[in-house]
C-alpha cells in the first residue's frame, strides 16, 4: 500500500465482474472486491517520428 491508501496488486487479471458493491476482479485462483479498479494494460508512448 502507497500514501493514497490504495492496495496494489501486480498480477494478470483473468475477469472484471460488476457486483452491487462495485466490482469483483479475479486473477488467476484470486478474486479481490473493488470500488474503483484500475487496470494498467502496460503499453507505452512510441515516437513514430512524423
Known amino acids: ?3 493514497t491508501g ?5 498480477t ?3 475477469g472484471v465482474e460488476s457486483t452491487a458493491d ?4 479475479t486473477a488467476g485462483e484470486e478474486t479481490h472486491a473493488a470500488d474503483s479498479p484500475v487496470l494498467a494494460t502496460g503499453a507505452s508512448p512510441r515516437n513514430w517520428g512524423v
Open 1 to 3: 500500500m502507497d500514501d
Open 6 to 10: 490504495a492496495e496494489r496488486h501486480e
Open 12 to 14: 494478470g487479471v483473468t
Open 22 to 25: 462495485g466490482f469483483a476482479v
